[in-house]
């Protein structure tokens, strides 16, 4: 009872995550609208769109960690070994937070490309490896949008959530 009226008034984890999902998945669905007129050759350029992106916003820190390890390569050093180390983790890390920082903004767009990319295949079926895949959606609930991807690989589904 206690916990009841704790969740009354503070609520609970999980409604304060979906609460802060919420406006990513409203931008997941924004985007995904934008991918309708695509061609499926467009929507696959996207992945390499993202990868240029990426690259390109990192290129200068890795450049830099590539010349302190070049410069850990030679005999001569000007520098103290330590210091070039120091240098380098600290190269490391900015890159790490460079790339979650990125991936936090590509994040809507890359899932919207996924979305768009299971509404062309539902239905569609293939063989791989002598293995028959279908590509098919199930509704949550009856009369209502469908709600979970299923793959079925020889004798296993799969499911994963659709937003």
């Known amino acids: 009872m206690i916990n009841t009226l704790i969740k009354k008034i503070f609520g609970d984890k999980n409604t304060k995550a979906m609460k802060d999902l919420w ?19 467009e929507l696959k350029a996207k992945t390499f769109d993202f990868k240029e992106r990426i690259a390109e916003r990192t290129k200068e820190l890795r450049e830099n960690i590539d010349s302190l390890k070049h410069q850990l390569t030679l005999d001569e050093f000007d520098e103290d070994k330590h210091k070039i180390y120091d240098d380098l983790d600290k190269l ?6 460079s790339y ?4 936090d903004e590509l994040l809507p767009e ?17 063989d791989a490896s002598g293995n028959k895949i ?6 949550y609930e009856e009369g209502k949008s ?18």
């Open 134 to 139: 279908t590509w098919d959606m199930i509704p």
């Open 146 to 163: 469908p709600k979970w991807l299923l793959v079925k690989v020889k004798h296993l589904w799969l499911r994963c959530p659709y937003i």
């Open 92 to 97: 490391n890390d900015d890159l790490n937070d």
């Open 110 to 126: 890359a899932f919207a490309v996924v979305k768009d990319t299971c509404r062309r295949l539902v239905g569609k079926t293939w």
């Open 23 to 41: 406006p990513i998945v409203d931008q997941i669905n924004a985007e995904y609208e934008k991918l309708a007129d695509l061609t499926d050759e």
């Open 100 to 103: 979650e920082n990125i991936l």
